[in-house]
């Protein structure tokens, strides 16, 4: 595979080749080789994937609401299955025995890994920053000791909304600044990721104001759906389709 390694020097790198095939609605395999090298050559250490350590995996575990904000395949795709593999598929994937020196990570570790991968292939920096939060959201939500930090971020945070509001509305802007500067505080809740609790604060509504028009529609889509099945039943199944490609001469 002439997978390109990554690098941070100017101009953007190209998309690297990534052959993928797919599995279910949701998940793909890695078909070929994917080699990723970190810091950018000469110094860095080369980590050669198998695609048998990727043979299920979503790609970048982005919700449908947020496909406004970033789709699950794109430049990302690359960073999203290195993340995979350093934190561990949810499958029944073999890993490695022992991987590069360089890249024996902790979670946390390999969140800030992702996050330079990111910024490396091209994504813009305020993206690869939310996008690195969100992943050290995961990981601190799958790790008991910090769960209950994240859990007590979210009641602080839906209080601070809530005095935003109630500033507004009965015009106490002492509330209202108040509110806006609790982000910082509640951020170390987070941790040693403080700068990813400061950054979720701030996004936090603004990814739900951007949202929710789009979840409405597509719940009103599903309905029309449901609709249509009821007035229809019996619809066709899909024809099966075959797990291994069929080669050309043999259609």
């Known amino acids: 595979m002439d997978s390109t390694p990554f690098s941070a020097d100017p101009p953007p790198p190209q998309p690297m080749r990534i052959v993928l095939r797919q599995v279910d609605d949701d998940e793909f395999s890695l078909e070929e080789r994917l080699v990723v090298t970190w810091p950018p050559s000469p110094e860095g250490a080369t980590l050669v994937i198998e695609p048998e350590w990727l043979s299920r995996t979503d790609l970048a575990s982005i919700p449908r609401f947020l496909g406004w904000f970033a789709r699950r395949h794109g430049r990302h795709t690359a960073a999203s299955l290195v993340h995979d593999l350093l934190v561990g598929n949810d ?134 759906e449901w609709v249509v099945a009821l007035v229809r039943p019996g619809s066709p199944a899909p024809s099966p389709q075959p797990v291994e490609a069929v080669p050309y001469e043999e259609r």
């Open 91 to 224: 499958d029944d994937s073999p890993t490695p025995g022992v991987l590069p020196p360089g890249w024996q990570l902790t979670p946390e570790q390999a969140d800030v890994r992702f996050r330079d991968l990111l910024q490396a292939s091209g994504v813009p920096p305020v993206r690869s920053y939310l996008m690195w939060t969100a992943v050290v959201a995961r990981t601190r939500w799958y790790t008991a000791g910090q769960r209950l930090g994240l859990i007590l971020w979210g009641i602080v945070a839906a209080l601070g909304s809530a005095l935003v509001v109630w500033g507004l509305v009965d015009g106490a802007w002492w509330a209202v600044l108040l509110g806006l500067l609790g982000p910082v505080p509640a951020a170390l809740l987070w941790g040693r990721q403080f700068p990813a609790g400061v950054i979720a604060g701030y996004s936090l509504w603004w990814a739900l104001f951007g949202s929710l028009p789009g979840w409405l529609a597509y719940k009103g889509y599903q309905l029309v």
